[in-house]
Structures are given as C-alpha cells and as structure tokens.
C-alpha cells in the first residue's frame, strides 16, 4: 500500500504540521485542514479504523495539492463527505471535496497498481468478463458474493476502505452499479 509518510515528506507538504488521535471533537467529523495554521487534525474515533484514517489523512494532503486554500480557510472532513452524501454543502464546496475524494483514492490506489492487483485478484477468483464490464453489483445473489470478494481484496492490499474501492471501480469502469441507475 502507499506509504503516506513519504508523502508528507514531499517540499510541498514539508511545512505542514499533522495532529492526529484529536479526541477533543465533534464525533461526526473525521479530519480538519486549517490553511491559515498550515495545520491537519485526524480526530480519534470511538472505533479505530486504519482504512478510514488514511483516507481522511490523503483526503486532507488533497486539499493542499489542489490549492483548496485559496478558496478556504478552513475545511472540516466528515463521514458524510468521505461517502459523497453531504448535503449541508454549498455546490461550489461540494465541488472542492468531490475532488480532494477523487485525488485521494488516486493516491491510494494508483491506476495501474490498482488494476494489475484486480486482475490478479478476478483471475484467481476464477472469474471472466461479461459484457463491456468486470463486475455487476445487481440483485443476484452471485454477483453481490462476487463484487464483495474483490472489494475485500482489493481493500486488504491497498489499506482502503471497500467503500473507497468500490468508487475507485466504478471511476475506472470496472464495476457496474446496477443501483446507481435503479433511483
């Protein structure tokens, strides 16, 4: 998996200061850049999940890469924003963190590491292409089993989220979401 501490050794990122287990918060929030203090919070959650945390810490990088502080002083970094279902958010804002999700998950899971390891992973399962796509998340008890056994997989190896993986799969055209038509 990506080692995040190497990027934060980056000279684009050297003058930032990371405080991570903050246990002083609200519990619905996950991380915090403040751009004035040049300073990330990671806040410390009741459970402990190595995936989450490293998708706030890349979420948060993100921001800095993106020159997010041009346009904020502040961001703060929930679990609604992380699965892409804030609604509190002005368009312009939803926009910012749409991308700072975007250039994370490329972050963690860089496009060819990323599909070598799904084919490694698709073949070992045994499985074949049908169609213009690898994988179909639809009702079919078959399919679900399916796409869970990739998620977890790719999960394990990239120390991500499946939920992670799963957008990182649709992004990449790999996965078929049959709900995301269905509403």
Known sequence: SVNLDKIVLLDTLSHITIVKDVTNHDHRLLGKIDFIQQEIYLYKQSDDNLHRDRFTLAHEISHILLDHGRYLIKDTFS???????SRNRN????????QANYLASCI??????????????????GLTPRGKVFLYNDKQECNKIMVNNVLVGLSRHFNVSKKAVEIRLKDLGILFDESNFMK
């Open 79 to 85: 679990n609604e924003d992380m699965n892409g279902e």
């Open 91 to 98: 368009g312009f804002i939803s926009k910012l963190e749409f």
């Open 108 to 125: 963690l899971m860089p496009k060819k590491t990323f599909v070598d390891r799904f084919l490694e992973i698709y073949k070992k399962l």
